[in-house]
């Protein structure tokens, strides 16, 4: 399994503000696959995923398909997606796909001004499993983002066999992007499913605070009854034909 001596501090390295992630215990990928600290390593997680319970199907509402129904959606800038993205994306993760891993990228960009622009899909180092996937040596993806003065928009990840839809794991990692960037979006790929993508974001309120207010430790754990994300394709973010620069670092 995956060994670092670390790793409190990495998501407030990535994105800049140590002071940003306090209690919550689901801010980054590896969060979710990582015993904490103070437990015993729920051993069988990774290495022998037939002794858990098959994951549970999405539970959580899916709030209408209009996006920008939330009050804070209303304000939200624009965020350009490369329509490249998608299938180049699902292309890099053809071989985990095929292997029943996930595979993981981050979406970066600029801000323009009175909008975002997604530029760059970084694939970290990372590991996975079918239903998670975790960035390694994340001091790499800081190093890139800030050399090339790039934010980071999204993450993009694949669901080998599920269909399209957040699970709750991804619903508390993106929960770490969105409070630090209320414009941050997540894009499933799940080619063996119709429809074969989705572009999401939690719904604010009631989805973030949510999820920020979680405190269940198991890794997939349904939540209340309410909508907790929605579409944001219909919304803020828009597909359009763009350059994409691609950078793996694996
Ligand atoms: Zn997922
Ligand atoms: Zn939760």
């Known amino acids: 399994m995956f060994h670092r001596p670390s790793h409190a501090s990495h998501f407030g390295l990535l994105f800049q503000t140590p002071e940003s992630a306090p209690h919550n215990h689901h801010h980054h990928f590896y969060h979710h696959i990582l015993p904490k600290k103070s437990q015993p390593a729920p051993a069988s997680y990774a290495t022998a995923p037939q002794t858990r319970p098959p994951p549970l199907p999405p539970k959580e509402l899916v709030?209408?398909?209009l996006g920008g129904t939330d009050p804070v959606a209303r304000e939200l800038k624009t965020v350009s997606f490369p329509r490249d993205c998608l299938n180049r994306f699902t292309s890099i993760a053809s071989i985990n796909t095929a292997r029943n891993r996930e595979t993981c990228g981050l979406l970066l960009g600029k801000d323009k001004g009175g909008r975002f622009v997604v530029t760059?899909?970084?694939i970290p180092?990372?590991?996975s499993t079918s239903d998670t996937c975790a960035m390694d040596e994340e001091e790499l993806v800081l190093q890139f983002t800030e050399e090339r003065s790039l934010i980071?928009?999204?993450w993009i990840h694949t669901h080998p066999t599920q269909?399209?839809?957040m699970s709750s794991v991804d619903l508390h990692t993106h929960s770490g992007f969105q409070r630090m960037l209320p414009e941050s979006f997540a894009v499933v790929c799940a080619p063996k499913s119709t429809p074969n993508f989705g572009i999401f974001r939690l719904t604010d309120p009631p989805g973030l605070q949510t999820i920020l207010e979680c405190q269940v430790t198991e890794a997939f754990h349904p939540h209340p009854e309410r909508p907790i994300y929605t579409d944001a394709d219909k919304g803020h973010v828009q597909i359009k034909d763009l350059p994409?620069?691609?950078v793996d670092l694996r």
Do not use: D, M, R
């Open 244 to 246: 994409l620069e691609i």
């Open 163 to 165: 269909s399209c839809f």
């Open 125 to 127: 180092k990372q590991h």
């Open 63 to 65: 709030a209408p398909a």
């Open 120 to 122: 760059t899909l970084l």
């Open 152 to 154: 980071t928009l999204g």
